[in-house]
């Protein structure tokens, strides 16, 4: 009788394989060529990658919660993924915007993870002008993302990180209109002015024309980091296709709000998108699939 005594692969390992992906993906290669890559398995859609055998089961989790990024090929449209961190009662931050640390140190690396998979991470200005993050992978091996920071206001000071730090591309988004007076302070490598960002008549803000000007970048694969009020305004405009909900064992009093959309007047009428539950640390993190079933 003989046993297979080789140690199962770990998340480690795991997460070497997801950014040779990604490296694949931004050079535009084909998955079906990789076949084999590393004990993964490309099968076309709906597939995608699947996992072989003699991972560890922590591994096979992890695959589990990445894999709708990793099966992102390149070109084509594009593609979002949100996220917010929230506590019980549904609140992303204090009512004076203190948000560190909503969620556990499992959620943050998960973050991390997402900013390294993905072409750009996008923040409204509310978020850039509270917490002036800084958008990296700091916490994991991986390639930091273009940071992209929604400012049609152009309410944003010049000092933030992003914007002088150089540890990535930044870009400040605003309507085209305004991107000269925008160059004019920040450089016009660091603006994207986007034709009818803003709606002529109503000043609403849309969000297709920042997809498309992203992907004739080549930014295709896109993360929605926060706020509450961005992400919000990308799931009622129909341009989010995944969203990562983490909810952290904790109650804020009068907050302030995560998902935040128009009134529904009967529960039939409110989508229920299928959807996937993960332990992460003390938080659980729902993974919704917002193109998928509704039941
Ligand atoms: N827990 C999480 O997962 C998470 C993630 C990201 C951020 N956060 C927290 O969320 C809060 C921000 O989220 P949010 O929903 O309020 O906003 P947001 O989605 O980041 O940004 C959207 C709005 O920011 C507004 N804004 C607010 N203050 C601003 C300022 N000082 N300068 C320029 N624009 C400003 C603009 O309002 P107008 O439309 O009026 O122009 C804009 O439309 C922060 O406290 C941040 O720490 C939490």
Redesign the pocket.
């Given at each position: 009788m003989s046993f297979n005594t080789s140690p199962a692969l770990g998340v480690d390992a795991l997460w070497s394989l997801c950014l040779a992906l990604v490296r694949e993906r931004r050079a535009g290669a084909a998955f079906s060529d990789l076949q084999g890559m590393g004990g993964l398995r490309w099968q076309e859609e709906p597939q995608g990658w699947v996992l072989g055998a003699g991972w560890d089961d922590a591994a096979v989790e992890r695959f589990a919660l990445l894999k709708p990024v990793l099966d992102r090929r390149s070109g084509g449209k594009p593609w979002v993924i949100g996220?917010?961190?929230?506590s019980l009662n549904g609140c992303?931050?204090t009512r004076g915007?203190d948000?560190n640390y909503?969620n556990g140190e499992e959620v943050l690396t998960h973050l991390h993870r997402l900013r390294a998979l993905c072409d750009a991470v996008i923040?409204?200005?509310?978020?850039a002008?509270?917490?002036n993050p800084q958008l990296t992978t700091r916490r994991v091996p991986g390639e930091h993302p273009v940071r992209v920071l929604i400012?049609p206001?152009l309410?944003?000071p010049d000092t933030l990180r992003a914007f002088g730090d150089g540890q990535a591309p930044t870009l400040l988004v605003c309507d085209a209109q305004r991107a000269d007076e925008a160059a004019k302070r920040l450089g016009g490598d660091q603006v994207l002015g986007v034709p009818g960002l803003l709606d002529s008549a109503s000043g609403a803000m849309q969000l297709r024309p920042l997809l498309d000007a992203l992907a004739q970048r080549g930014l295709h694969v896109l993360f929605v980091?926060?706020?509450?009020?961005?992400v919000s305004r990308f799931l009622a405009q129909g341009c989010l296709d995944r969203l990562h909900l983490s909810i952290a064992p904790v109650i804020i009093g009068d907050g302030?709000p995560g998902l935040s959309l128009p009134p529904s007047a009967f529960m039939r009428d409110c989508p229920r998108p299928a959807g996937r539950v993960f332990r992460l640390g003390g938080d659980m993190l729902w993974d919704l699939d917002l193109r998928g079933s509704h039941a």
């Open positions: 996220q917010l961190g929230q992303i931050a915007g948000a909503v923040i409204g200005a509310g978020t002008a509270i917490d400012d206001a309410g944003l980091e926060g706020g509450g009020v961005t302030r």
